[in-house]
């Protein structure tokens, strides 16, 4: 799944007091994992008063209010305790240096005034540029079971409005349409290829990003399978006949579940989509992503181990109504020595959307499918690792008594499906490669291959 270090959203409105820090201020967080985590601060005057809001570049956040904030004695101060983030910076000349805490967890961020708040943080040579040879069209429509309104953009070849179509289904964290991720957007690199290629896409703001509507508290992945569905029956609506899913990540665990309840679902494409229960996997990424790592002891890398899978283990039998409290309990009481790792781990595991998520196995899903499947997977993907989920994916299909499939690990590709080195989360920013051509040509013939528009 998609690395959630950061939730840098709803955050409250912000007072600042002093005319000296208008502008446009941008700095970059260093992660203990390698990763570099630009964040940029757009301070305005309004009357007597100040406001900022905060864009995340990486995360494809722009435009997020900044809370209770104050600048006072040259220094800045803001706190959203939602988020449980502090900054204290101290302003001198063109730069503000202090520190950004989450969570506990304290980290140096030095703020430069910048002329230019809007100027690119990446190069993306791969993303799409107008004109477009294709048709393309925002749109809207209702979850017809749970009433939300859902955003996206159809694309569609030009003037050939009898062609496959597919839905785009993000991975794990609220993502918009085009999957943007460290200034990568695959789906719009996706979507821009099949379109020139004879495919039409759907791609789509998940629950409350963008257009989207938030829908119920609580949602899990099921509820976003009911999404999916509703943007298959949008298309067979109007008119489209060869309607498959491409899920990424969590997306490949949602597409079986649309497949296996929505009949009109003809074929699908896991892109690093989960094949072995979900609680190995994640212990399994968890493992993966202390791999270089420096200044993490073997004894805090045991200790975190040794926590998730008691956690996981808990949540997955539990049958109480007070799930957060008892697990902290359970987790103080085997772990004294890390109290702060022991609440966090219950805070995030008592989540709804986690609770599913821990509990889910693929294999429930992926034994039913009858349609068409490619499974994907990059051989330095450190996330959904690639022999393990693809042997599942594999042993699933078998079992389904399914021959129309192809399982293919693809050599030196990461979970972003980018030619990588390592594979780490911290190299993602750094490629400048979107996607891998190799991934868009497989995928493109294997969809022309597998459909057939009969008039």
Not at 131 to 157: C, I, M, R, V, W
Not at 289 to 310: H, P
Request: proline share 5%.
């Amino acid at each position: 799944m998609k690395y959630l270090f950061f939730f840098l959203t709803g955050l409250c409105p912000a007072w600042l007091f002093a005319q000296s820090v208008t502008g446009n201020w941008q700095g970059n967080l260093n992660l203990p994992n390698g990763i570099l985590l630009p964040l940029v601060f757009h301070i305005e005057q309004s009357a007597d008063s100040l406001r900022s809001t905060m864009d995340s570049p990486a995360q494809g956040a722009k435009g997020i209010p900044v809370g209770h904030t104050h600048f006072t004695n040259d220094t800045l101060q803001f706190e959203a305790h939602s988020l449980n983030i502090q900054y204290t910076g101290k302003l001198q000349n063109d730069s503000i240096t202090g520190t950004f805490t989450q969570s506990g967890h304290a980290f140096p961020l030095v703020l430069k005034k910048s002329k230019d708040g809007n100027k690119p943080f990446y190069n993306r040579p791969q993303e799409p540029k107008p004109p477009f040879a294709y048709y393309s069209e925002d749109l809207y429509f209702k979850n017809e079971e749970q009433g939300n309104q859902l955003a996206g953009t159809l694309t569609t070849p030009e003037h050939k409005k009898d062609c496959p179509v597919v839905v785009l289904i993000t991975g794990s964290g609220a993502q918009d349409r085009n999957e943007e991720l460290f200034g990568h957007k695959p789906f719009l690199v996706i979507a821009d290829y099949f379109a020139r290629h004879g495919i039409g896409t759907l791609r789509l703001d998940d629950r409350g990003i963008g257009g989207s509507e938030k829908g119920k508290d609580g949602a899990t992945s099921a509820d976003f399978a009911t999404d999916i569905s509703s943007a298959v029956n949008y298309l067979a609506a109007r008119g489209f006949r060869q309607i498959g899913l491409v899920g990424h990540s969590e997306g490949g665990m949602i597409a079986p579940i649309t497949a296996t309840k929505n009949k009109k679902v003809q074929f699908i494409i896991s892109m690093a989509g989960p094949g072995i229960p979900i609680d190995s996997l994640m212990l399994s990424q968890l493992k993966a992503s202390f791999k270089g790592l420096k200044n993490v002891s073997e004894t805090d890398l045991n200790t975190s181990i040794r926590l998730a899978q008691k956690a996981y283990a808990v949540a997955k039998l539990y049958t109480g109504i007070h799930l957060k409290a008892d697990l902290t309990d359970t987790l103080l009481q085997h772990f004294p020595q890390a109290p702060d790792m022991a609440r966090a781990m219950a805070q995030t595991v008592s989540m709804p959307w986690f609770t599913y998520f821990i509990k889910f196995n693929p294999q429930d899903y992926i034994r039913q499918l009858k349609i068409p499947v490619l499974a994907i997977n990059g051989s330095l993907d450190v996330q959904v690792d690639a022999s393990e989920n693809l042997a599942g994916w594999k042993t699933g299909l078998e079992k389904a008594g399914n021959r129309r499939t192809a399982i293919k690990e693809l050599e030196g590709l990461n979970h972003l499906f980018q030619q990588a080195v390592t594979g780490t989360v911290a190299e993602y920013a750094q490629i400048e490669q979107t996607m891998a051509p190799e991934v868009l040509e497989l995928m493109t013939g294997w969809i022309l291959k597998n459909t057939v528009i009969k008039h």
